[in-house]
């Protein structure tokens, strides 16, 4: 995740690109492995990426709908004042859940060796001490993106079958456009067991 490239000041539309990109996660983790490292890369951060209302809702969706998702979340190179405001958050975060964040930075010695323990340094960005020199390409991201939106259904149908309680998301987001097909500000209702936009 690279904050500093938020193009949006919608907090519903980060809201549901954040749980596209979840489920995007899930579908595509191993058969036998549960949990995800999150690296978030605080390059070109400034103080107007920050909303208190999506940090909070972040937090409320990833602790009630992925409880458990998460292995380790690295905040690379955050701002300083980041980790006196991760003391300030303890008091409304699980205590599992805040213990999994580490702050990490890159003119820290420790650093590397973090990122050589958790990752395979071939495949690890340059960004991130790594080896793999290849960009970011919005083209190759937004293929492979829907790709995956052909095969969401089936891990739907899956978790469905598993868990009554689970509900199907109500829209699928067009990557190359950067919002959903019914992004609106409308209210959404219940319709069927499912949440639909009016």
């Known amino acids: 995740m690279r904050p500093g490239c938020q193009n949006t000041k919608s907090t519903k539309g980060q809201i549901r690109y954040l749980v596209y990109c979840m489920e995007n996660a899930i579908l595509n983790l191993p ?11 605080f390059q070109e951060f400034n103080l107007s990426n920050i909303s208190l ?6 937090a409320d969706v990833l602790q009630n709908h992925y409880p458990e998702r998460l292995a380790l979340a690295i905040l690379y190179n955050p701002p300083k004042f980041f980790e006196p405001f991760w003391m300030m958050a303890k008091p409304f975060l699980e ?32 960004a991130f001490g790594g080896n793999n020199q290849v960009s970011f390409n919005i083209d190759d991201y937004a293929a ?30 067009d990557v190359s456009l950067g919002k959903s097909a019914s ?9 069927d067991g499912q949440v639909r936009n009016n």
């Not at 205590?95 to 060796?113: E, L, R, W």
């Not at 992004?183 to 319709?191: A, L, Q, R, T, V």
């Open 31 to 41: 058969p036998d492995q549960e949990q995800m490292v999150w690296v978030i890369d």
């Open 144 to 173: 492979r993106m829907r790709e995956d939106d052909k095969r969401m259904p089936l891990l739907w149908k899956r978790s469905n079958s598993s868990s009554s309680d689970k509900q199907l998301p109500a829209t699928t987001p």
């Open 53 to 58: 209302k999506v940090t909070k809702e972040t």
């Open 95 to 126: 205590p599992k859940t805040y213990k999994k964040v580490k702050f990490v930075y890159s003119d820290d010695n420790g650093t590397k060796k973090i990122m050589e323990d958790l990752f395979n340094v071939d495949e690890l960005d340059c």
């Open 183 to 191: 992004d609106s500000d409308e209210p959404e209702k219940e319709i």
